[in-house]
């Protein structure tokens, strides 16, 4: 599934990157829970357990529209590792997912309940070992998932404030860990779609156009990341 990713990134002209004006924070929110599904890792850690081939089944059945079949490979992973974050974050994608499709809320509390299950998780494990680099993936993961499902339904504030703590997180996270290549797409494309959100006042000193720098570090992701 990440080899599908870096195809079409590495096919795909800087400029057709940029997004029309007119979609906004629309296109910032569509985006980043793209992102923050696909720039799931492949790859061992330490202690937080990442889960390479129920990620890729997974993934391939959402880009089939088979959200039915991703859903029972997470259930799966769930109930074999119920103290892992992966899964309940994972199964939240892809719910986020059928929310863009079918524009069917009715399992808004659901996808809540797997955030906040997983979210702590993840907390617990980055508060006992904060070399953890997986454990603080997945946390900044599920505040940006929260967040930019809290923006279109009246929550835009606390959307954004969670969103931001979800993209900051991982740009912290490179900058304190630049061997981990995985985690520059999140933080590039949170990057990216920040600097595009903030339209012509980017183009100010004090702001300055982030967009290049996000370009970039999606481009060390594809070419890095396992």
């Given amino acids: 599934m990440r080899l599908e990713v870096k195809r079409i990134y ?6 057709s990157l940029q997004p029309p004006a007119c979609r906004g924070l629309h296109s910032l929110r569509l985006f980043l829970s793209i992102a923050f599904l696909f720039a799931a890792p492949v790859a061992v850690s330490a202690r937080t357990y990442v ?18 079949d991703a859903e029972i490979v997470l259930d799966r992973l769930i ?12 199964k939240a994608a892809v719910l986020r997912y059928q929310f863009i499709d079918y524009e ?3 399992r808004e509390e659901e996808y809540t309940s797997l955030l906040d299950r997983g ?15 997986w454990a603080r993936y997945f946390l900044s993961t599920s505040r940006g998932l929260r967040g930019i499902r809290s923006m279109p339904w009246g ?10 703590s979800g993209g900051r997180g991982l740009i912290d996270l490179i900058a304190e860990r630049p061997d981990f290549y995985d985690g520059y797409l999140g933080a590039g494309s949170y990057r990216f779609w920040k600097s595009a959100a903030a339209g012509p006042i ?12 996000g370009i970039s570090e999606v481009g060390i992701s594809v070419e890095r990341g396992i």
């Fill in 104 to 106: 069917d809320p009715t």
């Fill in 10 to 15: 590495l096919k795909t002209p800087a400029s």
């Fill in 119 to 133: 979210e702590r998780l993840a907390e617990s494990l980055a508060a006992r070992d904060r070399n953890d680099v």
């Fill in 79 to 90: 109930a074999a590792r119920p103290e892992e974050p992966a899964g309940y974050i994972l």
């Fill in 202 to 213: 980017r183009r100010r000193p004090f702001v300055g156009d982030g967009r290049p720098r």
């Fill in 155 to 164: 929550r835009f504030l606390e959307g954004l404030a969670e969103a931001r």
């Fill in 51 to 68: 889960p390479a081939e129920e990620y890729r089944e997974s993934s391939r059945f959402v880009l089939e529209a088979r959200y039915y």
